[in-house]
């Protein structure tokens, strides 16, 4: 018996938009997952009042509020406290890495990503956090 919750709801926070573009495809139409789109980490906090994802994907270079700090007040919200997070960044050394993992992220996704994959490795790092 499986027990394991199912991935639909992904909070994405990417400040590029033709990359935000690419990975909406991939989610949405490989993935089939439904996503909650923003452009900055102020936009997403505005997005979750009202909707909260099974999933945190966040950029880490972003201006003004980073994936970092993005993912910091996140967690500051009692029904985000405990969601998992992956950032996708093309800083993806082992040192850069390991600070990600340490600020709570369960997975780090380098860029630049295959859109043909993207959506398998999303539910292979869910399946892996459940």
């Known amino acids: 018996m499986n027990n394991k919750q199912k991935l639909e709801w992904i909070l994405y926070v990417e400040d590029e938009p033709d990359i935000r ?5 991939a989610l949405e139409e490989i993935g089939g997952y439904r996503l909650l789109s923003c452009a900055s980490g102020a936009e997403a906090l505005a997005a979750v ?4 994802p099974d999933l945190l994907l966040l950029d880490v270079m972003m201006p003004g509020m980073d994936g970092p700090e993005t993912l910091h007040k996140l967690r500051e ?5 405990k969601v998992p997070a992956v950032f996708m960044t093309a800083k993806v050394q082992p040192s850069e890495t ?7 992220a369960v997975d780090v ?6 859109p043909l ?6 539910q292979d790092i869910w ?3 459940q």
């Not at 996704?109 to 295959?114: E, N, Q, S, Y």
């Open 127 to 129: 399946n892996k956090a």
């Open 49 to 52: 009042q009202e909707q909260t």
């Open 77 to 81: 919200l009692p029904q985000l406290g």
């Open 21 to 25: 573009a690419i990975a909406e495809l």
């Open 109 to 114: 996704i380098a860029k630049p990503f295959d």
């Open 98 to 104: 390991a600070e990600y993992l340490a600020l709570g």
């Open 117 to 122: 994959t993207l959506a398998s490795q999303i």
